[in-house]
């Protein structure tokens, strides 16, 4: 899939066409004769608020407050340094821009537009005098420039500046900004926008014959703004050149998915396409929303860092696509936190050796607050944790794991070693929540929350692990710690939320399973865990959908393909295109209409597409890593082929999709029989995969030179260099 057709009119914002580079992104969209883009920026940060961890959030208070149910206490531990505080806003956030209204004569019609994938580019056409033109918009991944080009400069009747002040003067003004001051000399149209204690935003577009230039940029002048635009445009072959340069790269060695279904098809090719603007190695680390902002409001969670899962699902993509490098920034700016989270671990359990990450932050790593329980969720950091192995052992890139990733690993499980109780050999974390599951009531946790109990097993294998690679002595507490830990805790012989709170309500986050997904601490199949798996997945299907919101289906469709139920695994993710994407394939926080789930719902008294349109990106990575893993994925280090696919896909293929160790893997199902394992590796290793063609022998072709292997799991040695086909 190469492109694919929006239809006009597009009348909100979020249902406009996407482009960006990480760092600023547009938003295509309008009706009749005007065509809208709105500028938004991941980095445009008002960073007053939130809360500065400090000498109140400490483990022993926070207990004590807990167990006493002390809700003045807690409220009081959490507050913001900025709550109530007049002209201040309570937390930091990323603020909204605005657009550019573009007139075309009153008799042309917006009619559809086409995103190319491959090109990265956007072409909108309309109606005049019964021709058809088109308008050609594209955006630059090196520099904060768009280019909108007209094949006639007459139909450029006019050029608009709207600004987010426009909409949010009130609010703008209750946080002490001042107006935007207008920009307007010769072709040059725009405004800036001071920031009460960072750097300015400034908007520019240039009508440079049949082009409008727009671009924006960080504090700086006017002058020197103007002077980088005017130059761009004057090198518009460089602009353009560069530009397809880029997309051939970054599509060259993307895994191809050929699957029957259309709509998941879809979620793949554009999904990838997002994901390459949304997370650009030379950008600003995905946020919620990432660049794409609305001008008509500031966004919701303020498009922060939230670490309780939604960051992780925004970069799930990045390994079974081969893209790691786009893990970067992430990673990096993480890591240049470390001296603030050693400051949040020394005053929060009392050691000097610790990381911890709160749940939401902005980009100085600045908690955003109040939500306490959040505040408190240890497997923040160790999922960061998780995620910096999961990548070394894709890349095989030790060097980071020695310099960066190692270090941070252990400061992550320092941490949740002081947070444990023992009785004898057995321990405990007395203190304990699941993500968001109710909220941040005084209820709100418990002891060994099984959330918590997964991570914490997944970060203590994948230290014994780093321990072999970099041949590095294991804390002999980590094998005890193991020993005496639950990797779940129970109730009514199910997987509970913490130890006596069964899931009692349908609930977004499918925590208590992250054993089985994302973890993987255990084999659902495994005997020992078979019967409380099931008991658990059933329950979990009985609360059903109502409480659920855009990124858990994806979530779930996940969990679904873990245990090989492709029908459900498949139809989770219809049924998330058809209730949490919008006319323009936005992806929702909320449900856009009525049935489903009731979170951010319409109501049954209103018509169907008037419920929230919050847009989150989380949700359409999460669909991307979601196909990845019906065709292929890994549980407990032995891969699985079309485990996760529904019988009626007769044929379906997939090609070069990533492993760890550098394998890249590629297989075919033709009239429901799988034809071959493909097999290429950059490094030697040992690849598990389970064998596809279950109980019979196998055929392994190294070369031309043939042997014959059988086994539930086959064990295969594969050289650096080498082509292994797998067949039965």
Not at 306 to 326: D, R, T
Not at 538 to 549: A, D, E, R, Y
Not at 551 to 572: D, K
Request: overall charge negative.
């Amino acid at each position: 899939m190469n492109s694919y057709k929006w239809y006009f009119p597009l009348r909100t914002t979020h249902e406009g066409m996407l482009a960006g580079n990480g760092t600023m992104g547009i938003m295509v969209f309008g009706e009749e004769s005007t065509l809208k883009i709105t500028i938004g920026r991941a980095d445009l940060w008002d960073h007053r608020g939130g809360l500065q961890w400090s000498a109140k959030q400490n483990y022993n208070d926070i207990k004590q407050a807990l167990e006493e149910n002390d809700a003045d206490a807690i409220h009081q531990i959490f507050q913001t340094d900025t709550e109530n505080v007049d002209g201040l806003p309570s937390r930091p956030s990323i603020v909204p821009i605005g657009r550019f209204d573009i007139r075309l004569p009153d008799e042309a019609k917006l009619t559809y537009g086409e995103t190319f994938f491959k090109k990265g580019i956007i072409k909108v056409f309309y109606s005049y005098k019964s021709a058809t033109k088109a308008i050609t918009i594209s955006q630059s991944i090196d520099t904060d420039i768009v280019k909108v080009e007209f094949e006639d400069e007459d139909d450029i009747k006019g050029i608009t500046p709207v600004t987010s002040w426009k909409y949010q003067e009130d609010f703008f003004k209750s946080i002490s900004f001042e107006p935007p001051t207008e920009i307007h000399s010769d072709n040059i149209l725009g405004w800036e926008q001071k920031l009460p204690a960072d750097p300015s935003i400034q908007i520019l577009s240039l009508k440079d014959n049949n082009k409008i230039w727009i671009s924006s940029a960080r504090g700086g002048n006017t002058e020197e703004h103007q002077a980088v635009l005017i130059e761009v445009a004057q090198q518009e072959d460089i602009f353009d050149n560069d530009l397809q340069n880029w997309w051939n790269t970054f599509w060259k060695d993307i895994p191809v998915v050929d699957i029957p279904n259309e709509d998941l098809m879809f979620l793949y090719y554009y999904g990838m396409y997002k994901f390459a603007t949304f997370t650009n190695p030379e950008g600003t680390p995905a946020t919620l929303q990432g660049p794409w902002i609305e001008e008509y409001d500031f966004p919701p969670w303020s498009s922060d860092y939230h670490f309780n899962i939604n960051v992780q699902m925004c970069y799930w993509p990045a390994y079974q696509s081969g893209k790691l490098e786009h893990l970067m920034p992430m990673f990096n700016l993480v890591l240049s936190w470390q001296e603030k989270m050693q400051q949040n671990a020394k005053l929060f359990i009392g050691i000097d050796d610790g990381y911890m990450l709160p749940h939401a932050v902005d980009d100085r790593c600045t908690c955003m607050g109040s939500f306490w329980t959040g505040t408190i969720d240890h497997a923040c950091t160790a999922w960061i944790a998780i995620m910096m192995f999961e990548y070394v052992e894709y890349i095989n890139d030790f060097e980071f794991l020695k310099s960066r990733a190692f270090p941070f690993m252990r400061g992550a499980m320092r941490v949740y070693e002081e947070m444990l109780e023992w009785d004898g050999d057995i321990c405990s974390l007395p203190v304990s929540v699941s993500p968001e599951y109710r909220g941040s009531q005084m209820n709100a946790w418990g002891k060994n929350a099984s959330f918590q109990l997964a991570a914490m097993h997944k970060l203590l294998e994948d230290l014994q692990s780093a321990c072999k690679i970099l041949n590095e002595t294991e804390e002999s507490s980590w094998s005890k710690i193991q020993k005496g830990l639950p990797k779940f805790s129970t109730t009514n012989s199910r997987i509970a939320l913490w130890e006596g709170t069964d899931l009692e309500e349908s609930h977004r986050h499918h925590s208590h399973l992250g054993s089985i997904a994302p973890f993987d601490v255990i084999d659902p199949f495994d005997p020992q865990y078979e019967k409380i798996i099931s008991g658990s997945l059933n329950h979990w299907v009985k609360q059903g959908m109502g409480l659920w919101s855009g990124w858990c289906m994806t979530w779930a469709s996940m969990l679904h393909s873990r245990m090989q139920n492709g029908t459900m695994a498949e139809a989770v993710l219809e049924l998330w295109k058809k209730f949490f994407t919008n006319k323009g394939h936005g992806s929702l926080h909320d449900a856009n209409s009525n049935g489903l789930s009731i979170m951010g719902a319409p109501g049954f008294n209103k018509p169907a597409g008037s419920g929230g349109c919050r847009m989150q990106m989380d949700g359409a990575m999460g669909a991307i890593k979601a196909i990845q893993e019906m065709l292929v994925h890994s549980r407990r280090d032995v891969y699985h082929i079309f485990s996760g696919v529904p019988e009626r896909w007769t044929d379906c293929k997939f090609e070069n999709m990533s492993c760890k160790g550098t394998v890249k893997i590629s297989s075919e199902v033709i009239d429901g029989n799988i034809e071959y394992v493909k097999l290429t590796t950059q490094s030697a290793t040992t690849f598990r995969i389970g064998n596809p063609w279950k109980d019979s022998q196998v055929s392994i072709d190294r070369n031309g030179i043939i042997s014959i292997i059988e086994g539930d799991i086959l064990e295969i040695e594969i050289k650096a260099g080498e082509e292994i086909v797998i067949s039965a």
